[in-house]
């Protein structure tokens, strides 16, 4: 005999899986979902405007192996606390979240002191790359796992996928350093070549993060709400573009997946491309740095706008939308050249802490562009008409997006950019390396 409308609603009300139906469970997963996949953006957005100064403080190197290492902990023990509580599974995630958010922010302060200006694009670029690599491969296996793994088929995702994790992070503690000088593994004529070609000074004591500054920065608020706009259209994609293709374009599951992922490879070739354009085009002096930013930034901004604009006008021909998807995302791609090393430009000696700030605005549409698309969807739902008012707003941010970033944003060193510290002297010989001369 079914259980009553009134005992589900009790169920429900005290977040009580345990004792639920599949039907109830099914209703209450509903209802809570977006706590759960939002919980980890809660944690992520606050610690990401600290992550730079925690790197600077307590070496960027140990804050992200501790984060890397205590989050694999941490996503194996995710099983258990959704077994445990629905309000255990919330917990856990928000901490992974703030664990988590000081690693980008760290290894923009290890490459502020690692990698030569004229390389700069490329390597940040390998780091949005990794990253979407690794969410399509997580994407494509967790299906697998879930169907034929171990341990009942999803807690299985957690286990391999943390247990890798683990082990990612000893090769961090191995061969990571936060400056080549401590690298064991790094010769004299390597440091000396890098000390030479950094914007970054090397630091004789901790500078005190000028918070102000960063805080009432024009060029810094036009980075961040570039990052706003376009990581609102890249989490929409990633949270509401396959249920946008199972319920307008009526495509079956498995093709849905697959139409998916070559979206998001067309977004990796984008930025894989651009890191290397963005290099050559600064050896070759052929722009301005501001220029050459700004030029990557039109391109990842201008297109996606126009191309999810015109989505709605072609809405009853599958093959045109899913090229205009796959053009929007090959094109927002090129950031990697824009808003990405635009951050090490402004403020060399403070990029950690700039990009935590920036990359706070940026993780905003990680749990707001679900709600605000979930809203708009359900306003009437079942009308597919609905979806076309999400891609005018997403294109309208874009466009905002690209308007803010190119009258605003420049590549020039801000006068707080630097740390006024001891450096040391770049004609140093190589048996000699860091006998530091001053230069105040």
Known sequence: MPKSNSCC?????????????????????????GVVLGAFYYGYFFIHLYGGQLALWLGARNIVGFSLL????LTILTPLSAYIDIIALIVLRIITG???????????????QWIPFKERSTALAFVDVGANSGTLITM??????CKHGFAGGWPSVFYTFGTVGLFFSLIWWYAIHDTPEHHPRVDSAEIIYIQNNIDAMREARKPKIPWLKIVSSLPVWSIGIAKFCGQMGLMAFKTKLPAYMATVLHLPIDENGTINALIFICLIAGMSV????SDYIERRKLLSKTMSRKLFETISYLIPA???????FA?????????LLMLSMLAYGFHVGGDNPIVVDVAPDFSGSVYGFVAAFGSVPGFLAPLVIGYIIDLNPGNPLMWNYVFYMLAGLYFFGFLVFTAFATSETQSWGTANVLKCNKLCDCNNLCSCNSDV
């Open 9 to 33: 609603e009790s169920k429900i009300e005290k977040l009580d899986f345990n004792e639920a139906t599949v039907e109830e469970c099914k209703s209450l997963w509903l209802r809570v979902k």
């Open 70 to 73: 205590s989050a694999a902990i």
């Open 98 to 112: 703030i664990l988590q958010g000081v690693v980008t922010p760290g290894i923009y302060t290890i490459f502020s």
């Open 140 to 145: 494509l296996l967790s299906g697998i796992l």
């Open 274 to 277: 651009t890191g290397f354009l």
């Open 306 to 312: 126009i191309a999810i604009a015109a989505i709605p």
């Open 315 to 323: 809405s009853k021909n599958e093959t045109i939308v899913l090229m």
